[in-house]
T-cell receptor, first 113, second 111 residues
Framework: DADVTQTPRNRITKTGKRIMLECSQTKGHDRMYWYRQDPGLGLQLIYY???????NKGEISDGYSVSRQAQAKFSLSLESAIPNQTALYFC????????????FGPGTRLTVL | GDSVTQMEGPVTLSEEAFLTINCTYT??????LFWYVQYPGEGLQLLLK?????DKGSNKGFEATYRKETTSFHLEKGSVQVSDSAVYFCALQDNTDKLIFGTGTRLQVFP
C-alpha cells in the first residue's frame, strides 16, 4: 500500500550531536514537507520541497537543514542538536495537482538531552 | 498573513453527545479548508475537506460547512463515540498550496 514512512520513530540524543531524520514515500508525490509539533502550538513548517531541485525554508528553519535525495526521499538534519528541538517531527507529501491534501507519516519523537 | 483559529481544548464529552469544534480563518481569496485528525501515537489523517463556499465536507459522521460570510469551518458530529477521542486540526490551503494549521483541539469522550 502506498505510504509515507519515517525513520527512526523514536530517538534520544545529546546536545551538540548531529542527527538525521529520514522520510520516504511511495505515493509518487512531487511535494514533501517537514513539520515540527509542540504541545499547544499545532504544526510549524520547517522546510518544504516542490520537486527534487526545489528546497524552501518554512517558518522555523533555523537550526535545521534538509536534503531531497530523490522524489521519494526527503531528509531533515539537525547539525548540532539543542534541547529546545525536542519535539515530534512529521513528514508529509502532497500531490502537485488538486486536491492538495497532505499525507502524513507516523512521526519521529526526538528528545535532546 | 493567512491564519487559522480553533477553540481551545480539551473538549470533554460523554458518549453520544453532540460535538462542535469551532474554526475560523483569515485568508486572501478563497482557500480550500480541511479538518485533520490525529489519534494517539499516530500522524495526521485527513478527515474531510471543502474547496469552495457553501461546500459541506463529511466523513465518518463528521461534517463541516465552508461559510464564507463568517469565515468559518466548524466541525460537528451528532453522536460522538469513545473512539473519536483524538486531536482535531483545522487547516487552510494558502495561495502557494501550503497548509496553515490551527493549534489543534483535543477531544476526550467518556463512556
Amino acid at each position: 500500500d502506498a505510504d509515507v514512512t519515517q525513520t527512526p520513530r523514536n530517538r534520544i540524543t545529546k546536545t551538540g550531536k548531529r542527527i538525521m531524520l529520514e522520510c520516504s514515500q511511495t505515493k509518487g508525490h512531487d511535494r514533501m514537507y517537514w513539520y515540527r509539533q509542540d504541545p499547544g502550538l499545532g504544526l510549524q513548517l520547517i522546510y518544504y520541497s516542490f520537486d527534487v531541485k526545489d528546497i524552501n525554508k518554512g517558518e522555523i528553519s533555523d537550526g535545521y537543514s534538509v536534503s531531497r535525495q530523490a522524489q521519494a526521499k526527503f531528509s531533515l538534519s539537525l547539525e548540532s542538536a539543542i534541547p529546545n528541538q525536542t519535539a515530534l517531527y512529521f513528514c508529509a507529501t502532497q500531490p502537485a495537482r488538486p486536491p492538495h491534501e497532505q499525507f502524513f507519516g507516523p512521526g519521529t519523537r526526538l528528545t535532546v538531552l | 498573513g493567512d491564519s487559522v483559529t480553533q477553540m481551545e481544548g480539551p473538549v470533554t464529552l460523554s458518549e453520544e453527545a453532540f460535538l462542535t469544534i469551532n474554526c475560523t480563518y483569515t485568508a486572501t481569496g478563497y482557500p480550500s479548508l480541511f479538518w485533520y485528525v490525529q489519534y494517539p501515537g499516530e500522524g495526521l489523517q485527513l478527515l474531510l475537506k471543502a474547496t469552495k463556499a457553501d461546500d459541506k465536507g463529511s466523513n465518518k459522521g463528521f461534517e463541516a460547512t465552508y461559510r464564507k460570510e463568517t469565515t468559518s469551518f466548524h466541525l460537528e458530529k451528532g453522536s460522538v463515540q469513545v473512539s473519536d477521542s483524538a486531536v482535531y486540526f483545522c487547516a487552510l490551503q494558502d495561495n502557494t498550496d501550503k497548509l496553515i494549521f490551527g493549534t489543534g483541539t483535543r477531544l476526550q469522550v467518556f463512556p
